[in-house]
């Protein structure tokens, strides 16, 4: 071995003292600790790191539903400086700047997240509202439903109808009666046998017009519980749009029964109308020809005098003077010249008003539509009704019924223009 070697170049094994071995083990030691120590140290500082995360993410929670967006959306973003890869941190400022209003902000949050979860149920829903407030219907429509069909992390069942019923609530504000009807009958088809849920979807589509499939609902309702208070005002109010005036009738009776409600209440007005429908309808079934006679003078009888109260409330006169002579009287004559020769020209009489018109048609009619010859001659009866719904339609816009059986006949009105082809 040369002088000062310590590695021998023959085995290559070391050459050196037991001092020089000791010293060398004790340097492996030292470095083998130092780094278990700076291991430990550095899962210490991650712990706590992670610790103040959540507590910021706690405090943000806390002011988002205190109603301080504002405060919430500065806190997440602590939490996400000690954490920044934390998509729930990241979700919640998106949500927090939503309802700050910074929409901007929160669509950026949003799609960034999106790229990595495209099915998140969450994150699509999130972005729904944001273009609904942006006033973007198509994309709010698109990621609604991909909320609907995506993946929710708990209670898919139940976060799936809520997000179809936050679309259903935005299409009919829009004013998209058809597609709200559509998924409200999706909802329907989903869940036939919760009648919470059936009778939430029947006032909605009550609320569209849609009668025919309210009623449905509210009978899935009574079908579980035949003295469901709710179903019962629900389908009666079915019944009246119907015009199936005395199923109305036994429903709400049903109810009134069951709740004692007092006059002057919704619940009271709804059966004081069902029975009002029910007692002047000309349409019903079993009516002998004298009642139904009966029946159609005095619609004929109330529409005129209906006539009468609108013209007097929007000061026109019924009778007006005949044109020829009108003109000679109200107006003057102005001078006109043609072919160098000085000529008078008489302005024209004005149009006859529409309820002018109604009332000398009604004022033809009211020979026939007495109920001794409406008896005689049956046949006289469909065109005096038509009359009488024709008025009602023509005042329904400028005089609002007066009592409850101008409500009554107006309602007999609108189901039969609804139902004629």
Known sequence: MPEGAYWCPSCGKLNATLGVRLVFIALVLIILTGFAVTKIYVSYLRGLELSLAQRWFERGNEALAKGYPSVAADDYRNALGYAEGNREYRLR????????????????????????????????????????????????????????????????????LDARMELVHYLMQRGDKARASAELIAIQAESPDDPAVSLKVGNLLLSLGESSRASKSFEAVL?????????????????????DYPKAVRLLTKADDLTGSKPGTPESDELALAREAFDIDPYLRNLTITQRANRVAAAFDLAMD???????????????????????????TLPSKQNGYVTSIVPQAAAPNSLQLLYDSGTQKAPSAKAQNLRSNPDAMSGTMDFVFEVMRETGNTCPPRDLRERALQLIARHEGESQP
Do not use: F
Not at 223 to 243: S, Y
């Open 93 to 160: 400022l998106s949500e927090a700047l939503m309802k700050e209003g910074r929409l901007a902000e929160a669509r950026s949050n949003l799609q960034t997240l999106w790229s990595l979860e495209p099915a998140n149920a969450q994150l699509n829903l999130d972005l729904a509202q944001v273009y609904a407030e942006e006033n973007k219907p198509e994309l709010a429509i698109r990621y609604y439903r991909a909320a609907i069909d995506g993946v929710w992390a708990r209670d898919p069942l139940q976060h799936r």
């Open 306 to 332: 209906r006539l009468r109260s609108c013209a007097s409330t929007e000061n026109i006169a019924l009778s007006p003077e005949p044109a020829a002579t009108a003109p000679r009287k109200s107006s003057t």
């Open 223 to 243: 079908k579980q519980n035949e003295k469901d208070v709710d179903g019962l005002l629900g389908a009666g109010q079915a019944a009246l749009a119907l015009g």
